[in-house]
């Protein structure tokens, strides 16, 4: 069956940074395009940015620019998030998604809570 597993999700601080990760099993995750979005809690969930199967950047949400770098490594089959000077209003949870023309995939989720 196919799977994404995000991890990486964490309690920190403001101004901190983490990493999440996405690991794809059970479909050719290296002809998918994949994006990371976000849902906090009372809103809508929310692309945050995307990546092609070749490396191409296809979405940005303006509120995290400069701050968030999306990066895959198809030999791992992984998708990641970096996730730099963190705000308060980031605090969501953050998915994994793949998409190639009549499939897509989403993961569970992973909690991403930005407190001091």
């Known amino acids: 069956q196919a799977q994404l597993v995000e991890s990486g999700g964490a309690l920190v601080q403001p101004g901190g940074s983490l990493r999440l990760s996405c690991v794809g099993s059970?479909?050719?995750?290296?002809?998918?395009?994949m994006s990371w979005y976000r849902q906090a809690p009372g809103k809508e969930r929310e692309v945050v940015v995307g990546?092609?199967?070749?490396?191409?950047?296809?979405k940005y949400a303006d509120s995290v620019k400069g701050r968030f770098t999306i990066s895959r490594d198809n030999a791992k089959n992984t998708v990641y998030l970096q996730m730099n000077s963190l705000k308060p209003e980031d605090t969501a949870a953050y998915y994994c998604?793949?998409?190639?023309?009549?499939?897509?995939?989403w993961g569970q989720g992973t909690q991403v809570t930005v407190s001091s």
């Open positions: 059970g479909f050719p995750f290296s002809i998918y395009d």
């Open positions: 998604y793949a998409k190639q023309r009549f499939s897509e995939y």
């Open positions: 990546i092609t199967s070749t490396g191409f950047i296809t």
